[in-house]
Every structure is written in C-alpha cells, then in structure tokens.
C-alpha cells in the first residue's frame, strides 16, 4: 500500500509539471502574433544567455544528470533558470524580479529527490522572495506563486523523506507587525510547504536568523514539526 501511495504521488507530481509546462507553451504560442509582447526566451542573448551585461552566473548546479544555472542580468534586475544535459534543453524566465527582487551570487540553491527542485531567491526591501522550478529529466517548470520571508531566507531541502520532492524552507519573524514597528530584532521560525505550496509545520524559535542549524547553509534534516502561528 505504502509503495502504491508513493506511485500515486510521483505520477500526480509528475502531471503537476508537465500540465505547468503545457501551458507555458500555449503562452508562448499565444505571444507569437503580439509583436508588442516582451519576449521570455534568451533570443539576441549572449552565448552564456546573458541579455544585460554584464551578467553574473551562478552556478551551474548537477542534478542527477542535467546541469541548473542562474544567468542574472546586471544589477540582477532580471534573469533565467537553464536546464541543459541529459537530453534537457529548457530556459525558465525569472519572474519575482517584477516584484522587486533582486538577484546575487547566492540566489539559486538546489535539491535533488523523486522530483527535483531549485529555488531562484532574491531580496527585497520586506525581506526576500523565492521563485521555486521544479523538474524530473527533462521537464522542468515553475511553481505558480512565489514564497516570500521577512526575515530573508527562502531554500530548499529534502526533509521528509516522503518520496514527493524536497520541502520549501521559509523564514519567518515570530512577531506582529501590526504591533511591534520593528520585528527584524524578534525570533525566527522557519514554515515547511511541500511542492503543491502545502504548509507541512514549522519549526521551535531561533534567536536569530544566523542561529538556524547549519546557517549559511541551513540543514534542517531532524527538525521536528510543530504547529505554526
């Protein structure tokens, strides 16, 4: 029974991304006759995809036999996700930047599982956002709404162990804004969210963002769930 529920979830995943990506191509073949339309490939780009020099690249990531990288435009104002190897050829348009984010050298972490996952982070003045492209070989796609943390820290990682892809890690202030004018002094919590945006729990209070077990690089593996606020 256990087998058949873990089948039943790769396969519902696994349409997730595909129906994501059915429908990024409608988009595109939508946008085809709009010549006013933005374009959201690396057509004129440079030979690294770079569109505004100059660009930063991060990475490239390996992930069970394809590569994932980040080319930021200048003043990482704008960029996108390529996935290449292993038969994948695929460019994800970086969308939280029209909101504000803002792209460095640290913004694009990955995990590998049953169902792969990146997420492309950047800050912003309430914190940071996090856009999360998820993928198995070649089909690679976007989550359809960003993660956002006031305390500044979105990533990815492989928690559970529930075969379904690794969780989202959001950090959060443990405080009211509509009461405390200042919360960047308050704990933190980080929320767990599974790939279907499904909040899991969250984690006890942390002094600080920086007293997150393995902080840069948070590992959070023998956390244990507790209700959220």
Request: contains cysteine.
């Amino acid at each position: 029974m256990v087998v058949t529920a873990i089948v039943c979830v790769l396969v519902a995943l696994g349409a997730l991304v595909t129906a994501a990506v059915l429908r990024n191509e409608r988009a595109n073949d939508a946008q085809q006759g709009e010549p006013t339309t933005p374009p959201t490939t690396t057509s004129g780009a440079g030979a690294n995809g770079c569109l505004v020099d100059p660009c930063t690249v991060v990475g490239p990531i390996p992930i069970g036999g394809i590569t994932v990288q980040l080319v930021a435009d200048a003043g990482g104002r704008s960029g996108r996700v390529q996935i290449g190897g292993g038969g994948a050829s695929d460019v994800i348009e970086v969308t939280i930047t029209k909101l504000g984010a803002v792209l460095g050298p640290d913004s694009l972490q990955c995990a590998a599982g049953s169902l792969s996952a990146c997420v492309v982070r950047g800050a912003t003045a309430d914190g940071m956002l996090g856009q999360v492209v998820v993928g198995r070989s070649a089909k690679w796609a976007s989550l359809d709404k960003p993660f956002g943390s006031d305390a500044g820290y979105v990533g990815v990682q492989e928690v559970t162990g529930r075969q379904t892809g690794p969780e989202v890690l959001v950090a959060q202030h443990r405080c009211d804004p509509s009461t405390t004018a200042d919360c960047s002094a308050t704990p933190v919590y980080v929320q767990f969210f599974t790939l279907k945006s499904e909040s899991l729990g969250c984690t006890r209070n942390y002094a600080r963002l920086e007293s997150i077990p393995g902080w840069p690089a948070v590992d959070l593996a023998d956390v244990t769930f507790r209700d959220c606020p």
